[in-house]
């Protein structure tokens, strides 16, 4: 876990902290894939931690296409 090194305290109405997913293939023959999930919080004394959680997936079941196929339409929707 990784801390910023300013806290965010005092700085009004609590602010919305982002998520993140990545898809990353460790190998593909046979396919492999392994997750990472990011997720921030503001710890008491008021400083941004980070945890990242690793999910290894010897057998992957097209999730990874779901999430690429909506970050692209995400992407591309127009404003």
């Known amino acids: 876990?990784?801390?910023?090194r300013r806290?965010?305290?005092g700085r009004?109405?609590?602010?919305v902290l982002p998520q993140s997913v990545c898809?990353?293939?460790t190998d593909v023959e046979p396919m492999e894939m392994m997750r990472i999930d990011a997720h921030?919080?503001?710890r008491g004394d008021g400083?941004?931690?980070q945890t990242l959680r690793q999910h290894e997936d010897p057998q992957?079941?097209?999730e990874e296409l779901v999430w690429a196929r909506g970050l692209l339409a995400e992407?591309?929707?127009p404003n």
Do not use: F, N
């Not at 876990?1 to 910023?4: G, L, S, T, V």
């Not at 009004?12 to 602010?15: D, I």
């Open 7 to 9: 806290p965010l305290s």
């Open 47 to 49: 400083l941004l931690a």
């Open 1 to 4: 876990m990784a801390a910023a």
């Open 60 to 62: 992957p079941r097209g």
């Open 40 to 42: 921030y919080r503001l």
């Open 23 to 25: 898809h990353v293939y």
């Open 75 to 77: 992407m591309l929707a």
């Open 12 to 15: 009004g109405a609590a602010p």
